[in-house]
């Protein structure tokens, strides 16, 4: 089995910042791509930012300048440091991962639980 699990969510003043881990556990041969979707109340779910194994990154328009996406393969984890954060970056934010684990061909997908980010004063 895999596991995603994130940490680091909470309530922050507009213009604040966060740090959102995730780690990966479990039977994992490897990790392709990583990254953070949201969902904010009544809304569909969004790609935030994108990590490949080899560094790549990807990010929503929105949060372009403000966030950055980083990944430590030794460890399986990714990280979301959001700066400059805005009430609208309210959401559950969920970690992503495409991991093969061991004995499987391919790699599927794999979501964490979510963390509530709130941007309120």
């Known amino acids: 089995q895999v596991q995603l699990v994130e940490s680091g969510g909470g309530l922050v003043q507009p213009g604040g910042s966060l740090r959102l881990s995730c780690a990966a556990s479990?039977?994992?041969?490897?990790?392709?791509?990583m990254g953070w979707y949201r969902q904010a109340p009544g809304k569909q779910r969004d790609l935030v930012a994108h990590?490949?194994?080899?560094?790549?990154?990807n990010y929503a328009d929105s949060v372009k300048g403000r966030f950055t996406i980083s990944r430590d393969n030794a460890k399986n984890t990714v990280s979301l440091q959001m700066n400059g954060l805005k009430p609208e970056d309210t959401a559950v934010y969920y970690c992503?991962?495409?991991?093969?684990?061991?004995?499987?061909?391919?790699?599927?997908?794999?979501w964490g639980k979510g963390t509530l980010v709130t941007v309120s004063s």
């Open positions: 992503h991962a495409i991991i093969q684990q061991f004995g499987v061909f391919g790699g599927r997908d794999y």
């Open positions: 990590i490949t194994s080899g560094g790549s990154t």
């Open positions: 479990g039977n994992i041969f490897s990790i392709n791509a």
